[in-house]
């Protein structure tokens, strides 16, 4: 005769009484929420096991066993005063913002390795306190969650502090600021900078070679500007280069000239590339210390996770390196540069799949970063039609349709993530042509397909994209940078559906 059990539950749902009654057998009463919580639990696991294929004196005892662990959890409140685990460290006396649901805030938050076990008043804290808990009061200061960059180059936050600032300089600081640096510099030594903005100099335009020349006659120089999409170069750089009037643009870059045919000293994505791939690199050692650098700097703005949009390879493996040092504690979700099939880039992504959370969810490889155009200030977005302030231009496009279709077909195939750069509406409608094919060709769930910036673009583009479910990633910083310049590039029609 089987044995007849009396239970004490906390039944919150018809289910559950139903699954005791045919399963367990016995009398129940309602007591504590733990408890019926605990069986619940435990009911789970048994029919993961397979319950049909248990027998059922078994199944009575492992109900049994569940509910007098529950029961003497729900009636011995003295045995379940303490938490599972103990925090750490106790921060209290805060003004904690905990960005739920109603913005609330707390005053007390106990922590543990990685993980916030609690957060709420100091009273409901104490139960997380052991011997070797480290309180720390912070007095009203406040504290927020991490924030996390979705958009930004962490290679080159760091680099910049080996570069000369340009950002928000007068042309007339920034000469002199190159002046300076070739007195210091070894004849022949690059000078390179960063961050400089036409827009917002007294007499806004590109400028020239010449006005280079003149404060660094023996010395390269290349300064790149604020959008990251420009580069100003001197004589010495384009020759080194070999640039001349006569060379042929690049798909996907522009070689600006003066009115009388001569290089003005001022090129595009691609064709600017021509000329940064025969600067020295920096050393491993260098670039392992520039990512720290970018480091200490997000950490002083409050970030803890950044998304690097677009990183070489060898950045990959200097993040392994420095994680696996100790060095790195910032979170990094890192997409690769795909520019191209060929490309290191490229052949990582066809002998490493898709992975996320190493080093302790601290480095995700899931996306990669695939530009389609250039930047609305430097002229070189890729537009349907011709800039209004200069007739005839209409950007340039890095890749063919069918060059695009190959470099986001290996990402797409082989289970990633893309994020692709389109400013004008010219690129936004070819990469959502790209995407509609991708994924008509091959449809995967959830693929999360991004834009990044979707910056121009036209009405029907913007239906098509929600209705292909595009992930739209715009950066508003770029609504308050182009202020001053993207009524005059876009005109006031087209202007009516950027940046929305």
Excluded at 126 to 140: K, P, S
Excluded at 241 to 255: H, L, M, S, V, Y
Excluded at 257 to 276: Q, Y
Excluded at 281 to 299: D, G, H, P, R
Aim: net charge negative.
């Amino acid at each position: 005769m089987d044995t007849q059990f009396i239970f004490f539950i906390f039944a919150e749902n018809d289910d559950f009484v139903k699954w005791l009654t045919e399963n367990c057998g016995g009398v129940f009463y309602t007591v504590s929420r733990c408890a019926a919580r605990t069986l619940w639990g435990l009911s789970n696991l048994v029919k993961w096991k397979g319950m049909e294929q248990m027998k059922r004196r078994t199944a009575r005892a492992l109900c049994a066993a569940g509910l007098s662990l529950s029961l003497l959890a729900g009636l011995v409140p003295a045995m379940a005063a303490g938490p599972a685990e103990v925090a750490d460290s106790l921060y209290i006396n805060g003004n904690i913002y905990t960005v739920n649901e109603d913005f609330s805030t707390a005053t007390t938050m106990a922590v543990k390795g990685d993980r916030i076990l609690y957060v709420g008043d100091q009273a409901g804290a104490e139960a997380y306190v052991g011997a070797g808990t480290e309180i720390t009061d912070l007095g009203g200061k406040t504290v927020l969650p991490g924030l996390i960059e979705g958009h930004m180059h962490v290679s080159n936050l760091g680099e910049n502090h080996l570069k000369l600032d340009c950002y928000f300089k007068s042309k007339e600081d920034i000469l002199e600021m190159v002046r300076q640096a070739a007195k210091e510099a070894e004849p022949g030594e690059w000078i390179q900078g960063s961050g400089w903005l036409d827009t917002l100099w007294d007499e806004p335009g590109f400028p020239s070679k010449e006005e280079l020349d003149a404060v660094a006659p023996n010395n390269p120089v290349y300064l790149l500007r604020a959008d990251n999409h420009m580069g100003w170069f001197n004589s010495m750089a384009l020759e080194m280069a070999g640039i001349t009037k006569d060379t042929p643009e690049p798909q996907g870059g522009q070689i600006l000239k003066t009115d009388n045919g001569e290089l003005l000293g001022c090129l595009t994505d691609n064709a600017a590339s021509m000329v940064i791939k025969v600067i020295p690199t920096w050393s491993a050692e260098a670039q392992k210390n520039t990512v720290l650098m970018a480091q200490e700097e997000l950490f002083s703005y409050g970030f803890t996770s950044a998304t690097d949009a677009g990183t070489k390879v060898n950045y990959i493996q200097h993040y392994e390196d420095l994680y696996e040092s100790g060095e790195l504690k910032l979170r990094i979700y890192a997409m690769p540069m795909l520019n191209s099939t060929d490309s290191a880039e490229a052949g990582y992504i066809r002998e490493h799949g898709p992975v996320n959370g190493l080093y302790d969810n601290h480095l995700s490889i899931m996306g990669v970063k695939v530009l389609g155009d250039g930047a609305l200030g430097s002229r070189g977005s890729a537009l349907l039609e011709d800039y209004s302030d200069d007739p005839g231009n209409r950007g340039s496009y890095r890749f063919t349709d069918e060059e695009i279709y190959n470099v986001m077909s290996l990402a797409y195939n082989n289970g990633y993530q893309i994020a692709y750069h389109a400013i004008g509406d010219g690129a936004n409608h070819q990469v959502l042509n790209t995407y509609e094919r991708l994924l008509k060709e091959n449809p995967r769930e959830d693929p999360r397909l991004r834009i990044e910036h979707f910056q121009v673009v036209t009405p029907e583009d913007i239906d098509r994209a929600l209705e292909l479910g595009i992930l739209t990633a715009m950066q508003f910083t770029h609504a308050t940078s182009d202020l001053s310049m993207a009524e005059d590039r876009l005109g006031p029609e087209r202007i009516q559906t950027a940046y929305a």
